[in-house]
Each structure stands twice: as structure tokens, then as C-alpha cells.
């Protein structure tokens, strides 16, 4: 299922956790950008939107004097039809004092002769017009890093696209070559029947048909497989409500050319049936073809 075109426009007081929400949004597949000038939003959108569809994007007041016209920016947008929200972040002075004070960043409106509350101030009322045209406005005062993500996913991702939101890497691989290190989680099928052992099979991969067959058709492969897909389907929403944004599985046989391959691909079907965004991945399956190739001899064929 794909995800509806979204422009989503970041925008707040300092130090508010503007930066933290587009790294939310970016870990879910939106191309971002932070910092963008205000006057180059119409252009921007028409470049990024058909090509992504989905588009986050900060504006705030490091802007300084082009940010005066971002409420008028914002009306063409409006204007012309597209799909806008507007999130305007906010929090406490004492709270904003205090994150300015442990990071030691400096405030965007901090002059010569204006106090870090001073700034923070000023900053607060120069953004009352366009906090006047923001969809949500969240105050991050009390807020965790986590709970701001929560509660960004609860305004912003509909439940049935929750799925879509993690983004799944299935990596077959063969042992003989070393786990993938970056795999969170592992299945070895090293137990499951081997095509290698059959001459006529040897020289194809779990991608082909063949192979399919002779690995998906056993009993102890069905059985494992119902095994396999209810555990995977019930760990990924427990998986998506901690946080997490990508999810690299690793199945292993010997060589990662049959049995690997099979299961692999089998498990990749199963996950896009349930709209999840998943990448495909077989790293060894091309690895030395000739050692796989049948060769007649005088006494017949022989591995080579």
C-alpha cells in the first residue's frame, strides 16, 4: 500500500526539538531538508513532491529576514491545493533556557544587548502568525526524545500505513562466508533438505523454480515456514511500537545459494502481502558459478 503524498512543514521556537522531528520523519522515508529559505518553498515542492511524495521540511527564524515572509509562502501553498500540514513546536522559557544552557548553542535572535530569555522571547513573538496556521502544535516542554516520536507518528502516520513506516532487509547468506554483521535478527536453515546434492539442481539458485520446488515442497519446510512467518509477523508490531525504523533479518544455509535464497524470497512475498516496505538481498548467491556448474566427464557428472 503506498503512502499518500504529505508536505509537512516544521517550524518553532529554538531549541523546541525542530531538528528531532525531521530525523523522525526522515527515518520513515520522507526526503528532508532543514533550514530551507521560505521563498524557495513553492519551488522546492514542485521539484521534491512527484519524485518522493512524501516531504518534511524545517523553516524557522535562522531564516532571519526571509523568514518575515513565510505565512505568505505558506498561503500559495495553500492556495494551489497541495497537501500541507504545518507542525509548530513550542516549550517552555525555562525549559528552552535550559537546553540552550547544555548544549552552549547560540540562539538564533541573540544580539548584543538581548539576554538568552530575551531572545527566546522576541523569538516567540515574531512566531505568532505562523503558529496561527499550524495543523498541531506540540509543546516538547516534558517531552522525551521517544515521546516526541510517538506522539509525531500518532498526528502524522495513519494506523493502516503503520506498517509501511519500517523499512525490512532480508539478506540471505551462506555460513561458509560469514554472517552478515549488520543482521538483527538470524535464522539458520541448515536443517532443511539440500539442493546442492542433486546434479541437477546444483547449478541453479533458490531463485529459480527448481529450487523452489525441492526446498518448499518438503513437510519439515511447511511446517517450518508456518513456524517462521507467525513469529516474524508477530515480533514486527512490537518491533514498530519500540521505535524502531529498520529491521535487517539474515537466513543462512551453507553456501546462501539454495535453501537461504528459497526461504528468503519466500519471507520477502509473505512481508510485502502485509504492506511492509521491504528490501531484497541475496549477498552470496553469485559467488564462484563455476563451482556450481555441472561438467560431464567419461564417468559422468562431477561436482567441479
Request: proline share 6%; with cysteine; glycine share 6%.
Amino acid at each position: 500500500m503506498d503512502q499518500p503524498q504529505q508536505i509537512l512543514i516544521i517550524t518553532g521556537l529554538s531549541g523546541a526539538g525542530k531538528t528531532r522531528a525531521l530525523r523522525c520523519f526522515e527515518d520513515l522515508g520522507y526526503f528532508c531538508v532543514d533550514n530551507l529559505i521560505p521563498p524557495l518553498l513553492p519551488q522546492f515542492i514542485d521539484l521534491t513532491l512527484p519524485r518522493f511524495g512524501q516531504v518534511a521540511v524545517v523553516m524557522d527564524t535562522r531564516a532571519d529576514v526571509f523568514f518575515d515572509d513565510v505565512a505568505a509562502n505558506l498561503r500559495t501553498i495553500f492556495e494551489a491545493g497541495y497537501p500541507v500540514r504545518v507542525i509548530f513546536l513550542e516549550a517552555a522559557d525555562e525549559a528552552l533556557v535550559k537546553r540552550f544552557s547544555e548544549t552552549r548553542r547560540r540562539h538564533p535572535m541573540l544580539g548584543d544587548e538581548t539576554s538568552l530569555l530575551g531572545s527566546i522571547r522576541k523569538e516567540r513573538e515574531r512566531l505568532t502568525s505562523i503558529r496561527a496556521e499550524a495543523q498541531a502544535i506540540i509543546d516538547t516542554t516534558e517531552l522525551s526524545p521517544r515521546q516526541l516520536k510517538d506522539k509525531l507518528l500518532s498526528l502524522f502516520i495513519q494506523e493502516e500505513h503503520m506498517a509501511s513506516s519500517m523499512q525490512i532487509t532480508v539478506q540471505s547468506f551462506g555460513y561458509k562466508y560469514g554472517p552478515p554483521l549488520d543482521a538483527d535478527l538470524i535464522f539458520d536453515v541448515r536443517f532443511l533438505p539440500n539442493p546442492h546434492y542433486d546434479l541437477e539442481l546444483r547449478p541453479f539458485t533458490g531463485m529459480d523454480q527448481p529450487v523452489k520446488d525441492f526446498v518448499l515442497n518438503h513437510a519439515v519446510t511447511k511446517e517450518f515456514l508456518v513456524r517462521f512467518t507467525d513469529m516474524i509477523s508477530f515480533l514486527l508490531p512490537h518491533y514498530l511500537t519500540e521505535g524502531k525504523t529498520h529491521l535487517s533479518i539474515g537466513v543462512g544455509c551453507t553456501g546462501g545459494r539454495h535453501r537461504s535464497v528459497a526461504i528468503a524470497q519466500y519471507l520477502v512475498n509473505n512481508l510485502r502481502g502485509q504492506d511492509y516496505r521491504v528490501v531484497e538481498n541475496h549477498r552470496d548467491v553469485n559467488r564462484h558459478p563455476e563451482y556450481y556448474a555441472v561438467r560431464p566427464t567419461a564417468t559422468g557428472p562431477l561436482q567441479g
